[in-house]
């Protein structure tokens, strides 16, 4: 039972600790896409999603829930949840920021956003993405 305990705050810290890395290449790329080339939240908000993403699969997968399963079925999978969750936050990113409002706020929403998708993504992909292939991965 501990051993179970252990390795699910393991695989609990190596999420948050991978989920960070994708944080920062999020809001990295939004602050290039929205400051350097004045681009619109939404927009700016979707490219840095879509990199945050795959960086955040690829490492998820292969270090945090150790999966040997198909890795094109379980990035299907992924990009399920994307399907309902990026239209949700981008369309809420829009209403929330308005398209002319303070930096501050646009990065409020932002922050936000992330906190939703970690605690949302990490949920889905534990319980239905890797469910049956925890572990799976030889070391």
């Known amino acids: 039972m501990a051993n179970t305990k252990h390795t699910e705050l393991l695989r609990t810290v190596k999420f948050t600790l991978f989920s960070v890395s994708a944080g920062v290449i999020q809001i ?3 602050a290039l896409f929205r400051e350097v080339f ?32 198909n890795a094109p079925v379980a990035m299907l999978k992924v990009a399920l949840f994307y399907a309902v969750f990026t239209p949700l936050s ?3 990113t829009a209403a929330l920021t308005g398209g002319e409002t303070e ?37």
């Open 28 to 30: 990295g790329s939004y």
């Open 38 to 69: 004045g681009w619109e939240e939404w927009l700016s908000y979707l490219l840095s999603l879509v990199l945050s993403v795959v960086w955040n699969f690829t490492l998820n997968r292969k270090y945090t829930f150790r999966s040997a399963a």
């Open 90 to 92: 981008t369309w809420w």
């Open 103 to 139: 930096s501050l706020v646009a990065y409020a929403v932002e922050i936000g956003t992330l906190l939703i998708n970690f605690v949302t993504e990490y949920l889905y992909q534990r319980f239905f993405v890797f469910k049956n292939s925890l572990d799976t991965a030889q070391k």
